[in-house]
């Protein structure tokens, strides 16, 4: 399919979705958000791209496999847990840094939740892409 | 012990999330997944040792208290069936490492093998009613896609059954999980053996305990809920049915033994004299089934039935409880609650044996039925000795493990004067030796149907040659196997003695909620 008005519009979305995703993934703590929508906004961005242009194109914009993302994304998941063990706590125990304020950005908070989060992120963009190119390959 | 705990169910999670990175590279994929399963069963044997040195081990993740985190529990009958998943998961890896096909390899088959043995271990050491019906969903994802893979004709159908008793079987127990939470406001089963009988609803109660034995039931292929199980385990290659022969099953059987022992023992009287009922009908039809069947894995499919019966033997006798309470029953009891430990542990190590087995019969010759096999003995009397051990074992012929199994639930069944099911536990014995007797006579006293001349044969001897490449990786896991089925049966003794202190343990809820509960008051 190659529409022009899709072509030239998913353009400026690609980079507005992405970003909006990964706000989402980094709000999601405390606040609406979280690893599992910013995933799913993630993939939509390359659905879209894929729609618009090709899947052959999705692919490449994307760089690694989808299953490769999966197995990073659990990885990531499983090794947040692993600061508690080698604590001598229990697993999945979550650690904070302090709170940063950075002039203009705002307040930061880093901590092994964030960690988890982001392995959500990437197995839910692998799950989706691995769902949705076949089907828009056939 | 924070590590020994956690390990058995992210070990898995990390090797599996690391083969998903080396997709393209399947020599890689199968040593990362042979070591991973190694290491899993070094873990195994580390967590039964000190569980057994130094009683039931509790923690809680994330350190947040009991009854509204997460506990991982380990108690003998937890870290035995850790154990043995990682046993058999290190005999399969190995096994498969030539008998499965690159497609279903390219198809991420090793990982999903260690996502399954995630999810059999999560279920095997959670402490909570929730996150065991959560590892239910791993075990049984990864088991659906495991069943379908490679996608023949027959494999997509027994997968339909498989998928839809099972989907049946999630919704069951999530609502009675859902109406557990309702009536005592906990799903953590240390607090639910507390707060369930307080709530003072015997008759929900009840209803729950039904609601879970059907759930339960199902997984575990119990009588009347077994059809699934004979119409799909034979559909996928050998060593992915030998996974699910050997295990899948018993993670129901173990999920019963749990709840039945810990949360439901409100009215024995009722709910274990149902499931002593049910022993016998399973043990029953499950061999009358084999009876009639003439392929080699069906057959072994019936027999998981009639020996689930067996395991819910053990269960069912603690029904006498109910009317007796003396020193004497409850000896009794624990030896039968023993006896079922041990007999879930001979079985796993049998019944996967002969799956793999039948694997190693049909990649030979190409076919599984009875009628076209023959001639093994003749052409290779060692590998039939190896098919010998499980078989007989299996129908319980001393000295080895299977006999010592059922001689302990015969004995615990005839203290406990329950005669009915001791005189149909020994005729279904009979049945069994019968079944293995057909098998060996087709499949290895028989001469070869397909017998050629030897003229006609050379051709053909390239093809042969194929096949037997990498048969020594398929034959050293069923020799291996084979030898823990004698070890079981000469070191009876001691190994009997960790079944009987896990017996011991299972009559004795508080062992479990106390082992729990301390950490809730920190």
Redesign the interface.
């Known amino acids: 399919m190659t529409s022009t008005i899709l072509r030239s519009s998913t353009r400026y979305l690609f980079p507005v979705i992405a970003l909006f995703s990964i706000f989402l993934l980094l709000r999601g703590h405390d606040e609406p958000g979280g690893g599992f929508v910013g995933g799913l906004l993630a993939a939509l961005c390359f659905a879209l791209y894929a729609l618009a242009d090709s899947v052959e194109a999705a692919r490449r914009l994307l760089r690694v496999e989808e299953q490769q993302l999966i197995g990073m994304g659990l990885l990531l998941a499983a090794c947040s847990g692993l600061p508690g063990l080698l604590a001598g706590e229990p697993f999945l125990t979550t650690y904070w840094t302090e709170q940063w304020v950075i002039p203009t950005v705002g307040k930061l908070k880093l901590g092994t939740p964030l960690l988890f989060d982001v392995g959500v992120y990437l197995t839910v963009v692998g799950v989706v892409l691995m769902i949705l190119f076949p089907l828009a390959e056939e | 012990m924070?590590?020994l705990l956690?390990l058995p169910i992210?070990l898995p999670?990390?090797v599996?999330?690391?083969?998903?990175?080396l997709?393209r590279r399947p020599m890689a994929q199968r040593l990362v997944s042979v070591l991973g399963m190694l290491g899993l069963l070094a873990t195994a044997i580390t967590l039964l040792v000190t569980v057994y040195r130094d009683g039931v081990l509790a923690?809680?993740?994330?350190?947040y208290a009991a009854p509204y985190g997460i506990s991982l529990v380990a108690d003998l009958l937890a870290a035995i069936m850790v154990l043995l998943a990682a046993m058999k998961g290190t005999a399969v890896v190995i096994y498969s490492t030539v008998s499965i096909d690159a497609e279903r390899e390219a198809y991420?088959y090793h990982?999903l093998l260690h996502v399954l043995l995630m999810g059999v271990c999560g279920a095997f050491l959670t402490g909570d009613l929730f996150n065991l019906y959560v590892f239910f969903e791993v075990l049984l994802m990864s088991s659906f896609v495991l069943l379908t893979l490679g996608g023949e004709r027959g494999q997509v159908e027994g997968a339909i059954k498989y998928v839809t008793l099972n989907l049946i079987s999630s919704a069951l127990f999530l609502a009675g999980a859902g109406i557990l939470y309702g009536v005592t406001g906990t799903l953590n089963m240390a607090d639910l053996a507390i707060k369930l009988p307080a709530a003072g609803q015997p008759q929900v109660a009840n209803m729950l305990a039904m609601i879970f034995l059907l759930a339960f039931g199902i997984k575990a292929a119990i009588f009347p809920l077994f059809f699934w199980l004979p119409a799909s385990y034979h559909t996928a290659p050998a060593a992915i049915s030998a996974i699910f022969a050997g295990l899948l099953t018993k993670v129901g059987v173990y999920a019963l033994l749990r709840v039945f022992t810990l949360v439901f023992v409100h009215d024995i009287g009722f709910t274990h004299g149902l499931i002593l009922m049910l022993a016998g009908f399973t043990m029953v039809t499950g061999v009358l089934g084999a009876a009639v069947q003439s392929e080699f894995r069906r057959i072994l499919s019936f027999h998981i039935i009639s020996q689930i019966g067996y395991m819910l033997m053990g269960l069912g006798l603690m029904v006498v409880l109910a009317w007796s309470d003396t020193e004497a029953t409850r000896a009794a009891v624990t030896m039968g609650l023993g006896a079922t430990v041990f007999y879930i542990a001979h079985h796993i190590v049998v019944k996967t044996n002969l799956f793999l087995v039948s694997g190693v019969v049909e990649r030979l010759q190409g076919t599984g039925r009875l009628d076209s096999l023959g001639g093994f003995y003749a052409s290779r009397p060692v590998f039939s000795l190896l098919f010998l051990v499980p078989a007989l074992s299996l129908a319980g012929i001393p000295p080895l493990s299977g006999f010592w199994a059922k001689l302990a639930l015969v004995q615990a069944g005839l203290r406990l004067e329950q005669y009915g099911i001791v005189a149909i536990a020994l005729a279904v014995g009979v049945l069994t030796l019968f079944s293995m007797t057909k098998i060996w006579a087709a499949v290895f006293w028989a001469p070869d149907p397909a017998e050629r001349p030897a003229s006609e044969e050379r051709p053909a001897s390239e093809e042969r040659l194929s096949k037997e490449k990498g048969l020594a990786m398929m034959i050293g896991p069923i020799a291996g196997l084979a030898g823990i089925t004698l070890l079981i049966g000469l070191a009876a003794g001691p190994i009997f003695e960790v079944a009987m202190q896990s017996g011991v343990q299972l009559l004795n809820p508080q062992i479990y909620i106390d082992a729990v509960h301390p950490v809730v008051s920190e």
């Open positions: 924070n590590w956690t992210l999670m990390l599996a999330s690391g083969m998903m990175l997709r923690i809680q993740l994330g350190g991420g990982p």
